[in-house]
């Protein structure tokens, strides 16, 4: 049961309020305890001509500044950030490249807002394993041990740079959620020959 001072919050008010920055219209139904989705369309088209927030997508609203990796997250769910992007974060790879890299339930690349995301698809049951992943600022992340090994599992050639702070116990524990024996000797070769 709902507190009914928290009903029907300002819909502003509790975007501005919340943590995060970016929402689709289900995420402000919660936030507003608001359940009519087109009252809640309503008045985010207001707020979107009035500048009070963005659409850089359509069905999903954001902040005036928002994370781009918050973005990534909830273009596709489920899906986290991973790949290159986390690599190169880590030092592990070296790329200019400003493209946010995900894994998720299927493959496509598309710009928001100037900026390239990239989703490469993963089998389900990898996808919805927890290890590796960790949550930061309303985001969902792999660890670069997680992101080391779903880069080599989808079969992506790079010349890594300092593989020696992955932590080896970690890439050990999430090595079996692939269940392939061909990846196993690929970073048994990869981390022997660092």
């Not at 190169?88 to 790329?95: L, R, Y």
């Amino acid at each position: 049961m709902h507190d009914d001072t928290h009903k029907n919050k300002g819909t502003i008010t509790a975007i501005n309020n919340s943590s995060e920055s970016v929402f689709r219209l289900i995420d402000i139904s919660m936030l507003t305890y608001e359940t009519n989705f087109n009252s809640i369309n309503q008045k985010l088209n207001y707020y979107v001509r009035n500048k009070k927030i963005l659409s850089p997508r359509r069905g999903i609203y954001t902040k005036l500044n928002y994370s781009y990796e918050e973005l990534a997250n909830k273009i596709y769910t489920p899906s986290y950030i991973s790949l290159e992007y986390v690599l190169i974060k880590n030092g592990i790879i070296s790329q200019n490249k400003e493209t946010v890299t995900s894994v998720c339930y299927l493959s496509r690349q598309i710009e928001v807002d100037n900026k390239t995301f990239s989703y490469h698809k993963l089998k389900k049951e990898i996808l919805a394993n927890p290890l590796g992943i960790k949550r930061i600022n309303n985001t969902n992340i792999a660890k670069p041990e997680r992101a080391f090994l779903d880069l080599l599992y989808l079969g992506k050639k790079y010349d890594f740079k300092n593989l020696d702070t992955l932590n080896k116990t970690v890439i050990a524990k999430i090595l079996p959620i692939y269940k392939s024996n061909k990846l196993s000797k690929l970073v048994k070769n990869i981390l022997q020959n660092d």
